[in-house]
Antibody, heavy 122, light 111 residues
Framework: EFQLLESGGDLVQPGGSLRLSCAAS????????MSWVRQAPGKGPEWVSA????????YYADSVKGRFTISRDNSKNTLHLQMNSLRAEDTATYFC???????????????WGKGTTVTVSS | QSVLTQSPSGSGAPGQRVTISCTGS?????????VHWYQQLPGKAPKVLIF???NRPSGVPDRFSGSKSGTSASLAITGLQAEDEADYYC???????????FGGGTKLTVL
């Protein structure tokens, strides 16, 4: 069974930084692309960023491009999201999700973690 | 404003059939990108219900089915049950945005 466990969420001031982590188990981590998806309170999910299995292809939503960096450590089955220059509108629960499918236009999220909460407020 | 448009709410009585629609554009659904559907129960993470337009993961009842035509897609639920009361989201890939997009969601109420 796939397991994804996020950590690192916190209350941070506008302009601050935070690093989220996601520990994966139950599948061959390096064989799958991974994504971060966020969900603001009362809103629908918003895809944030994705990274290929070998880490050689990264993708970002326009809303976070230039501020967030996705990375992975396949030796530790861990996904990260470095978030800089945080804004109030980044406040959300951040989910780590395993991606499946091929090609890019067919990708979907077939496993999700429980999420970690990021609150950006002074 | 979501790239994929869904009606904010829907309802049906137990046993009825309901459909939830998802409208996109020529840069996502109309471009041939697959549509996937997720169910989200209160306080939980989304769970995939339908992938690749009309495929069900193991464990998802065959009461759930998906279809796609042109720039739109639909999720159908037959034999509606109380436990189907949840938020439903469609998802696809947008070539203009070079990223994955979700619909705004449909809150389904079982009367």
């Amino acid at each position: 069974e796939f397991q994804l466990l996020e950590s690192g969420g916190d209350l941070v001031q506008p302009g601050g930084s935070l690093r989220l982590s996601c520990a994966a188990s139950g599948f061959t981590f390096s064989g799958f692309a991974m994504s971060w998806v966020r969900q603001a309170p009362g809103k629908g999910p918003e895809w944030v960023s994705a990274l290929s299995g070998l880490g050689d292809g990264s993708y970002y939503a326009d809303s976070v491009k230039g501020r967030f960096t996705i990375s992975r450590d396949n030796s530790k089955n861990t996904l990260h999201l470095q978030m800089n220059s945080l804004r109030a509108e980044d406040t959300a629960t951040y989910f780590c999700a395993k991606m499946n499918g091929h090609p890019l236009s067919s990708y979907y999220m077939d496993a999700w973690g429980k999420g970690t909460t990021v609150t950006v407020s002074s | 404003q979501s790239v994929l448009t869904q009606s904010p709410s829907g309802s049906g009585a137990p046993g009825q059939r309901v459909t939830i629609s998802c409208t996109g554009s020529s840069s996502n659904i109309g471009a041939g990108s697959d549509v996937h559907w997720y169910q989200q129960l209160p306080g939980k993470a989304p769970k995939v219900l339908i992938f690749g337009n009309n495929n069900r993961p193991s464990g998802v009842p065959d009461r759930f089915s998906g279809s796609k035509s042109g720039t739109s897609a639909s999720l159908a639920i037959t034999g509606l049950q109380a436990e189907d009361e949840a938020d439903y989201y469609c998802q696809s890939y947008d070539s203009s945005l070079s990223g994955w997009v979700f619909g705004g969601g449909t809150k389904l109420t079982v009367l």
